[in-house]
């Protein structure tokens, strides 16, 4: 799967880790710049930034502008 195309609203969880917990991307403003997303795991109330090559999307936000 393709490590970019992350948008806000995506679940997402790691990559090679059957089982690992579900995150939320709740801001890619970073990527052009520092290469990193924003995630919120669903379980936590803080946000973490982290290497989207890391992760992949298990759920598109279904609110993507290319899917209506």
Do not use: Y
């Not at 679940?11 to 939320?24: D, E, N, Q």
């Not at 795991?41 to 993507?64: C, I, L, T």
């Amino acid at each position: 799967m393709q490590h970019h195309g992350f948008q806000v609203g995506d679940l997402v969880t790691p990559k090679h880790h059957p089982g690992a917990p579900i995150a939320i991307v709740i801001s890619t403003e970073c990527i052009s710049m520092f290469n990193r997303i924003q995630i919120q795991f669903v379980k936590s109330d803080r946000p973490e930034m982290a290497n989207p090559k890391h992760w992949e999307v298990v759920s598109r936000n279904e609110n993507r502008p290319e899917d209506r």
